[in-house]
């Protein structure tokens, strides 16, 4: 059974930085894509980040140049990097996995940006 962990999220002044991990438990399957989604109150949940096995990477428009993913597949985690924080990016975080054994979702982390 595949188990995803999501942690690192909190409270920051715009501007500042967080990382985020996701650690998965259980066989993902070899080939998959780990991806990161957020959503903010009142909208819908949007894709924010996503890395392919081959370590090829798709970032929304919003984030391009700020946030960076990256995974360790030794750890089997997936981690998302994000800097110059803006108050448009609160919103709670949640770790995805897709693979040919099915979709995952970790639990959601609440990032929080003061202005």
């Known amino acids: 059974q595949v188990q995803l962990v999501a942690s690192g999220g909190g409270l920051v002044q715009a501007g500042g930085s967080l990382r985020l991990s996701c650690a998965a438990s259980g066989s993902i399957g070899s080939r998959n894509v780990r991806g990161w989604y957020r959503q903010a109150p009142g909208k819908q949940r949007e894709l924010v980040a996503a890395?392919?096995?081959?370590?090829?990477?798709n970032y929304a428009d919003s984030v391009k140049g700020r946030f960076t993913i990256s995974r360790d597949n030794a750890k089997n985690t997936v981690y998302l990097q994000m800097n110059s924080l803006k108050p448009e990016d609160t919103a709670v975080y949640y770790c995805n996995a897709v693979s040919q054994g099915g979709v995952y979702w970790g639990q959601g982390t609440q990032v929080t940006v003061s202005s």
């Open positions: 890395i392919d096995s081959g370590g090829s990477t």
